[in-house]
């Protein structure tokens, strides 16, 4: 465990992942602007995104998940699928560690920053949203202690389960080492599980079995990246 832990702090000070935060700045603000501009562009329409806070809140949800899903696309890209291509993965097998914990550290490290960063923009676009509403008053039902905890329980759960799906595109990036194949998988796999099919506010991440079985599905491929060191995508 220690070697793991030691193994992500050197993949964050030698990738610089710091710097990955400013990114996540841009896309808050993004997201934030497009929020608003939802709000004020379809206010008084029957179907009126911003008119419940079940709404509100999944509409929210959504847009993270898609942000953040491609942004970990990008980020599989930089730490594993760029150092095969490059051949500097193969450098990094040669140093007296096991290879599957150098690819261990690097997915846990998605999976880590993919599920913070998504749980923090649900939190601050939430936030932002019920201070809004106290000063314009464009929900007008009241949200209770008992639903917000519920709310945050399901935000955790879907923050969860998209990281973990987000490890997908690892899959169809290490057939050729190809960082636009593994992008191309991101924007994808986004539009399969965050478009609406029912309104602005209906997905397939609604039906609570399909995003399970596709963040399993994102581990099964982590876990058999790892299997396949010895083999394929090593020589």
Request: hydrophobic content about 55%; charged content about 15%.
């Amino acid at each position: 465990m220690m070697t793991l832990l030691k193994l992500i702090r050197l993949e964050w000070r030698k990738h610089r992942f710091a710097r990955n935060f400013v990114g996540v700045g841009i896309a808050n603000i993004s997201i934030l602007l497009f929020i608003i501009l939802i709000g004020i562009t379809e206010r008084g329409a029957a179907d009126y995104v911003l008119a419940n806070y079940h709404d509100a809140f999944i509409l929210i949800d959504t847009i993270a998940r898609a942000v953040f899903i491609i942004f970990a696309g990008s980020l599989i890209s930089k730490l594993i699928i760029s150092e095969y291509r490059d051949k500097t993965m193969n450098v990094m097998f040669t140093y007296p560690i096991k290879r599957h914990k150098i690819i261990a550290a690097k997915l846990i490290l998605v999976f880590i920053f993919t599920f913070a960063m998504i749980m923090f923009t649900d939190i601050l676009m939430g936030t932002l949203l019920l201070a809004a509403n106290q000063y314009y008053g464009f929900i007008t039902e009241p949200l209770g202690s008992a639903a917000l905890g519920q709310l945050v329980l399901k935000y955790t759960i879907s923050s969860l389960s998209a990281a973990a799906m987000a490890l997908i595109p690892l899959f169809f990036g290490m057939r050729k080492h190809s960082v636009t194949t593994t992008m191309v998988a991101s924007v994808l796999l986004v539009f399969i599980v965050c478009s609406g099919f029912g309104g602005p506010t209906m997905s397939l991440n609604d039906i609570i079995v399909i995003p399970l079985t596709l963040g399993a599905i994102g581990l099964w491929i982590a876990a058999l990246s790892m299997v396949r060191l010895d083999t394929k995508d090593v020589n």
